[in-house]
C-alpha cells in the first residue's frame, strides 16, 4: 500500500501553546479610559441613547411617531404609516440595511460594533455603573478577594461594604435595564399607554410579560454576558471577515515599529539597545472589553472599540515617543502602500446599495396610498333572489393609508349589467381600515360561464381625489350550472 507522505508545517520554533475549548474564561475586569476614540464613542453614544429613549415620547398629528401598533397592523415610522401588505418595504429595508452594513464594514470594518452596536453601547453604560460603583480596576479585583459577607469569616465591614457597593451596582443595572426594557415595549404598545397604566397598576399581563422579559434580557446581555454575546453569539463577527480586503480600515499594532517590545527607563536611549517602541506595559490589554491582546495580531474577539489605540497613545505621549504605535490603519498601509477605494468588493457593495435604494425610493414614492382586499363569503357559492338574479357576496376591506379622509367609489370590470348593494361610495377615515360587505346581482343569462372572474376596482372621488388613488382587486362570480348560453 502506497503511503501519503505527511510534512511538518508548523514551524518548530512556533508558540506551541494548547488551547482547551472549554477552559473557564477568566474574568475581565476593563480598566477605564480616556482620549479621543473614547470622546468619539461618547459623542456617538448618547444620542443613539436619546434617540432610543426619547424617540416614543414624540407625537405626529396626536399620533406616537414611531409606533409598531401590532393589534390594528400599522407601522408608524413618523410621516409614514406601513400596513402589513407593505410587507415588500420591510424586506426591502432588509436588504438595504444588509448591504449597507456590507459596504461600511469593507471600508471602515468593525466600526459599527465600536461605535453603534446596542450591545457594545449598553456594555459601555454598565461598565461605567461598575467603575463608579465598585471603583477601579484594582479596586474591582481586590472587592472579588474580600470573602463573601454570608460566607464564614466574611461578616466584617470589608464583607459588608461588598455587600452594599454589589447591591448598589445591581439596582442601578436593574434599574437602567428596567427603563431600557420598558421603553422597548413602548415602541410597540404606546409609551403613553404603558406609563400611564403602570401608574395605576392596570397593566395588561402581556405588557408586564414583555417589559420583564426585555429588562431582564438587557440585563443579562449588559451587565452579565458583556464581551461573549460579542465573541460567541453574535453572527456578525463570524462572517465579518468575509468582507475585509487588505484596504479595509483595521485597528492594529504596528509590529514593526514595536518589537522588539520590552520595559525600559525613560531617560534611556532605547535604540541602542535593540528594542522597539512597545514598552511591553500591556495597557492595551488592560482596557481591552474582550481581553485581547492586540499585539498579536487582528483577531474576530477584537470589536473595534479603539480602547487600546487610547492607552497606547497616553503611553507613547508619556515616553515622548510618536503616537500610533496602536493605531487605524490598513493592511496595505502596515506593508508600506498606501490605501485605495478602487476595490471590486467595495465598487459591487457600493452599486447595488445604490441601485436598491433607487428601487426602494421608486417603489415608496410610486406606492399607492389605498389598499383593497376582497373575500368571498365563504357561507355559499351564490343565491338567486327576486328577479332570477344570482347574487354572490363578497367583503371588502379598504385601506386608506393616507392622511385624508378619503371617498371612494365602487366598480366592477369582467361582468355587465350588475348591481351592486347596498352603495357604491364609501368613505374612509385617515390611516383606517374599513370591512363592508357587498352584494353583487347578475343577469344569469349575461354570464357566459358558471364561474366568472372579474375585478373590483375603487378610486378616489371628491375634493382631495387624486388620479393615483385607484388600486383593484381580483375575484370570482359564481352562478348555476349549466349557464352557457349561445348568443
Ligand atoms: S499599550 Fe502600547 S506600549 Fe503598552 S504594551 Fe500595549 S502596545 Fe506596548
Ligand atoms: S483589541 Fe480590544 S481594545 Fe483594541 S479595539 Fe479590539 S476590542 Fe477594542
Known sequence: MERIP?????????????????????????????????????????????????????????RQAVFFNLPEQQFNIFWLTLWPQDFILLMWTLAIAAFALF???????????????????????FSWVEQITEGERHQRINLDKIPSFFSRGGRNRAGAMKVLK??????????FAALTGITFVGYFYGIRDLVSEALVWQLSL???????????????????????????????????????????????????????RGSRKRNISYKETGLGDCIDCTLCVQVCPTGIDIRDGLQYECIGCAHCIDACDSIMEKMDYPKGLISYTTEHKLAGG?????????????????????????????????RLDVLRDRGQLYQEVAGGLIENVYILKIINMSDDVQSYALSLDGLTNVQILPQTVFEVAPREMQEQIVRVRANPDELVDFNTEFEFTIEAVGESANARIRTSAESRFFGPRPLVQSR
Not at 444620542?47 to 415620547?57: D, K, R, S, T, V
Not at 454589589?166 to 434599574?175: A, D, N, P, Q
Not at 420583564?212 to 465579518?240: D, K
Not at 433607487?358 to 406606492?367: D, G, K, T
Open 338 to 370: 498606501s490605501w485605495t477605494w478602487r476595490r471590486p468588493k467595495l465598487i459591487g457593495y457600493g452599486v447595488v446599495l445604490l441601485i436598491l435604494c433607487l428601487l426602494f425610493s421608486s417603489i415608496l414614492f410610486m406606492r399607492t396610498p389605498v
Open 103 to 125: 459596504f461600511v464594514t469593507t471600508l471602515w470594518g468593525r466600526v459599527w460594533c465600536g461605535y453603534t452596536c446596542p450591545q457594545t453601547v449598553w456594555t459601555a453604560i
Open 6 to 62: 505527511v510534512q511538518q508545517i508548523i514551524p518548530e520554533d512556533a508558540d506551541s501553546r494548547v488551547f482547551n475549548l472549554y477552559e473557564k474564561k477568566e474574568k475581565i475586569y476593563i480598566r477605564s479610559m480616556e482620549g479621543v476614540f473614547q470622546r468619539l464613542r461618547l459623542y456617538t453614544g448618547w444620542p443613539l441613547l436619546l434617540g432610543y429613549f426619547l424617540l416614543p415620547w414624540f407625537q405626529i398629528e396626536g
Open 206 to 260: 402581556t405588557a408586564v410579560s414583555w417589559s420583564v422579559f426585555f429588562t431582564l434580557a438587557t440585563y443579562i446581555n449588559a451587565g452579565w454576558l458583556r464581551e461573549h454575546v460579542c465573541i460567541y453569539m453574535c453572527p456578525y463577527a463570524r462572517f465579518q471577515s468575509a468582507m475585509f480586503d487588505k484596504d479595509t480600515l483595521i485597528i492594529s499594532y504596528d509590529k514593526y515599529r514595536g518589537e522588539r
Open 166 to 175: 454589589r447591591g448598589l451596582k445591581h439596582g442601578m443595572w436593574l434599574g
